[in-house]
């Protein structure tokens, strides 16, 4: 397994941006396809977006679509999530997770992060 560890969370004005990241240890992470996750208060996590081992291929939940972006470096062990055009129902804690295949489904992933705060206000 890989571990992981997020950063870059905050607070931050609705349509406003951050940016996320999360390292992972050990000389694997290119073989893993990644996704980043959220969980806001009294609600079930939910499927953000998700990447290809290559970073080729993304998918994204259709509630960030067009304003977050996923993105990988596999030189730096780092993967990303760009968050721009923030609203304060995107306020919760992101998790980055890592699995064999890039889905939306919690249940794929095997290795997650300790997650970030996210907060947006309006």
């Known amino acids: 397994q890989v571990r992981l560890a997020e950063s870059g969370g905050g607070l931050v004005q609705a349509g406003g941006s951050l940016r996320l990241s999360c390292t992972a240890s050990?000389?694997?992470?290119?073989?893993?396809?990644m996704g980043w996750f959220r969980q806001a208060p009294g609600k079930e996590r939910e499927f953000v977006a998700a990447?290809?081992?290559?970073?080729?291929?993304?998918y994204y939940a259709d509630s960030v679509k067009g304003r977050f972006t996923i993105s990988r470096d596999n030189f730096k062990n780092t993967l990303y999530l760009q968050m721009s055009s923030l609203k304060p129902e995107d306020t919760a804690v992101y998790y980055c997770a890592a699995g064999l295949r890039s889905t939306y489904q919690p249940r794929d992933y095997n290795s997650w992060g300790q997650g970030t705060q996210v907060t947006v206000s309006s």
């Open positions: 990447t290809s081992w290559t970073g080729g291929v993304t």
């Open positions: 050990g000389r694997t992470f290119s073989r893993y396809a």
